[in-house]
């Protein structure tokens, strides 16, 4: 029996709450059982008054507002408390369009992949400036690099996770989930993909993005963060590389300037050559420890999926 659980982060979505649900399906093909689960992040209007009403089988009470990945975490955690075999994250401003979920899960049905995310026709999407276009667009292809996956629409909040890769997931960052666990799963060699989606007008801005500097400035910082999490010796390996041939350079210029007799006005080459190259080698050694730091991480992390695995066979896959 396969179980698919919907789940929806809300804050104060009152006005768009209802119409969202009313979308969403409660038959799929292949799919046994459908239910709905919202997280209450902090909601001080009649959001969760409204989905009770319209049928929402679940509700996740945040303590305070949290912040969309603490929220999208709650649910997760919640889904697989709950038995969901597979696992819908969608927006409650009635962004995307439930009827696009059969052809979500359908990777995962078929066994093609373990997460897949809704890619949005950006292009066509009026309520995006040329800006936000082509953040959107640079913004997925700098995910893709980091995670060796190919992602069209990685700020994607639509999207497909089996309960296998549910468990496997960690969101370190309070901001947003949407790239984090795009370069944690290509990271992690799960398979994911993403399938053509149609979006709906959007009522209200962005909660997330309000400043689009400092919404850059917040995902590069998520970017960089999980690839120096995942591959620590390579970004310190290639700092270090930079830092030495730097200061082997300002040595080599060094020694020219010796052999023509002229060494004495620029011992502060020597200085600088010095200290660039000893932090090129510190910078070595930091990407060798945090490597074995990385390598103890991921067994950990494998070792409590394992836990979960193990505690699924005994108790069943409701009762974790």
Request: proline fraction near 4%; charged fraction near 20%; hydrophobic fraction near 45%.
């Amino acid at each position: 029996m396969v179980k698919l659980i919907i789940q929806i982060p809300c804050y104060n979505e009152e006005e768009t709450i209802v119409e969202t649900l009313s979308a969403l399906p409660r038959e799929i093909p292949g799919v046994n059982v459908v239910e709905w689960l919202i997280v209450d992040d902090g909601c001080t209007d009649s959001t969760v008054k409204k989905a009770l009403d319209h049928g929402v089988d679940h509700v996740v009470h945040m303590q305070g507002n949290r912040g969309l990945a603490r929220a999208f975490t709650a649910g997760l955690e919640a889904c697989l408390r709950r038995g969901a075999d597979i696992i819908v994250n969608t927006d409650a401003d009635n962004q995307y369009r439930g009827c696009d979920i059969p052809k979500l899960i359908g990777p995962i049905l078929s066994g093609e992949a373990e997460i897949v995310v809704g890619a949005r026709p950006i292009e066509s999407i009026e309520s995006f400036s040329p800006l936000k276009k082509l953040l959107q667009k640079a913004g997925s292809k700098v995910v893709s690099m980091a995670s060796s996956t190919n992602i069209p629409d990685a700020p994607s909040g639509f999207r497909a996770i089996s309960r296998d890769a549910a468990m496997r997931l960690n969101v370190f960052n309070n901001y947003t989930y949407t790239l984090e666990t795009i370069i944690q799963a290509g990271q992690k060699g799960m398979a994911i993909t993403s399938v053509p989606i149609e979006t709906n007008v959007v009522k209200r801005p962005s909660r997330l993005i309000k400043n689009i500097p400092e919404y850059i400035r917040r995902s590069a910082f998520t970017i960089l963060r999980i690839f120096m999490t995942y591959k620590p010796f390579k970004f310190f390996a290639v700092l270090g590389l930079i830092s030495f041939l730097a200061g082997f350079s300002i040595s080599i210029r060094y020694l020219f300037f010796y052999f023509a007799g002229q060494g004495a006005g620029h011992i502060q080459s020597v200085i600088l050559s010095s200290l660039l190259m000893g932090t090129g080698f510190f910078l070595f050694i930091i990407g060798l420890v945090a490597d074995l730091i990385s390598v103890n991480r991921l067994l950990l992390e494998k070792l409590d999926w394992r836990v979960q695995k193990l505690e699924e066979k005994i108790d069943g896959p409701g009762k974790m």
